[in-house]
């Protein structure tokens, strides 16, 4: 299955088509044609050097590209400026390094944001920062400094900062690579979760565990393009192309 299409049923919710972006010469993302259902997890797996995070950080505008078209919820990609901030509230993003503000304590980094960027009224922003970090499993570190908590912890945190901004999508840029093997899985979990509330989602990622347990679609990219999208059941196990089944071959049996 090729098709760009939202599962059946979902409204779309953000919408690419025909993206092109260089670095240089090197043509990072060719056409891409991809469509994410609003409440779908999609996840976009490859080698090192797909196109992959490229892709997820074209989607906020981290990354420009030279041509084709972008619309979150039936919007276009704004390019600057104040409208460009609100996208950015609405397209929630966690990164490989989390990000965090170091002088901040981790209930200001996720009150941050909704009470300069949303208006939201500091005891309310406080309230909510409490009832996230309690669903992310760090409320008893609310008053620390990043510093203070391990890279699974921080990490949590980052969750539940994208989650304070009520967001409408939220973008994982290999949320766990950064991590010791110890941390990877706490921070899965709380990914998991997430996707089994309905958040719409797209992870980059190399665990394949979550992929399979958690996606609605995979999507495989290589050399720029997306070769292959499919259920977890149907890419796991009868991958169409020749580049997928090469690629599961090496991950699969290490």
Do not use: W
């Given at each position: 299955?090729?098709?760009?299409?939202?599962?059946?049923?979902?409204?779309?919710?953000?919408?690419?088509?025909?993206?092109?972006?260089?670095?240089?010469?090197?043509?990072?993302?060719?056409?891409?044609?991809?469509?994410?259902?609003?409440?779908?997890?999609?996840?976009?797996?490859?080698?090192?050097?797909?196109?992959?995070?490229?892709?997820?950080?074209?989607?906020?505008?981290?990354?420009?590209?030279?041509?084709?078209?972008?619309?979150?919820?039936?919007?276009?990609?704004?390019?600057?400026?104040?409208?460009?901030?609100?996208?950015?509230?609405?397209?929630?993003?966690?990164?490989?390094?989390?990000?965090?503000?170091?002088?901040?304590?981790?209930?200001?980094?996720?009150?941050?944001?909704?009470?300069?960027?949303?208006?939201?009224?500091?005891?309310?922003?406080d309230r909510r920062a409490m009832e996230l970090l309690?669903?992310?499993?760090?409320?008893?570190?609310?008053?620390?400094?990043?510093?203070?908590?391990?890279?699974?912890?921080?990490?949590?945190?980052?969750?539940?900062?994208?989650?304070?901004?009520?967001?409408?999508?939220?973008?994982?840029?290999?949320?766990?690579?950064?991590?010791?093997?110890?941390?990877?899985?706490?921070?899965?979990?709380?990914?998991?979760?997430?996707?089994?509330?309905?958040?719409?989602?797209?992870?980059?990622?190399?665990?394949?565990?979550?992929?399979?347990?958690?996606?609605?679609?995979?999507?495989?990219?290589?050399?720029?393009?997306?070769?292959?999208?499919?259920?977890?059941?149907?890419?796991?196990?009868?991958?169409?192309?020749?580049?997928?089944?090469?690629?599961?071959?090496?991950?699969?049996?290490?």
């Open positions: 299955m090729t098709d760009a299409a939202a599962a059946p049923g979902r409204r779309p919710l953000v919408v690419l088509d025909k993206v092109n972006k260089h670095f240089g010469a090197l043509h990072v993302l060719q056409d891409i044609d991809l469509t994410i259902g609003e409440g779908e997890v999609v996840v976009v797996i490859g080698p090192s050097g797909s196109g992959k995070s490229t892709l997820c950080r074209t989607i906020n505008r981290l990354e420009t590209f030279e041509s084709g078209s972008i619309t979150i919820d039936g919007r276009p990609l704004p390019t600057e400026g104040k409208e460009l901030a609100r996208l950015r509230a609405d397209v929630g993003m966690v990164f490989q390094s989390f990000n965090l503000f170091a002088h901040k304590t981790i209930r200001e980094n996720v009150t941050l944001g909704p009470v300069k960027v949303r208006g939201v009224a500091r005891a309310e922003a309690e669903r992310v499993g760090v409320a008893h570190q609310a008053d620390k400094y990043p510093a203070q908590l391990s890279g699974g912890q921080q990490q949590r945190v980052a969750i539940a900062r994208s989650l304070a901004m009520d967001p409408k999508v939220i973008l994982f840029d290999e949320p766990t690579s950064a991590l010791d093997p110890e941390m990877i899985n706490e921070v899965l979990d709380v990914m998991t979760e997430l996707a089994r509330s309905g958040m719409t989602m797209v992870v980059v990622t190399h665990e394949m565990g979550f992929a399979r347990r958690a996606a609605d679609r995979v999507v495989f990219m290589a050399d720029g393009q997306v070769v292959e999208q499919a259920t977890p059941e149907e890419f796991f196990t009868n991958a169409q192309s020749t580049r997928a089944r090469d690629f599961l071959a090496k991950i699969l049996t290490h």
